[in-house]
């Protein structure tokens, strides 16, 4: 039974901060890459970050960059996306994949690893 369950999410005003959390459960989680994607409604699904499968590489879009930090416990079995000086932009679904490959992750390749079911994140005044 693979479990990707992600918290956090909630209503946040312009500029403030969020911390989502994943906890995974089911599968080996320090063997895997673990990734954080943000979809709005009517856009592409995109990739926020990545982080590999002992935290060594990390991976962000430009549009995060600086503001948003990927992290991972593997004691624990959850990967964190903190989230600072948020933008209505930044007003999405964030959604957690798991996958054998931090490459496979940063590149988009799909048809593999797991997703959660995810958490909405709203940034508005």
Known sequence: QVQLVESGGGLVQPGGSLRLSCAASGFTFSRYAMGWFRQAPGKERELVAAISVTGANTNYSDSVKGRFTISRDNAKNTVYLQMNSLKP?????????????????????????????????????
Not at 99 to 110: L, Q, R
């Open 89 to 125: 932009e930044d007003t999405a679904v964030y959604l957690c994949k798991a996958d054998p490959s931090f490459f496979a992750i940063v590149a988009g390749a799909n048809g593999r690893g797991y997703w959660g079911q995810g958490t909405q994140v709203t940034v508005s005044s």
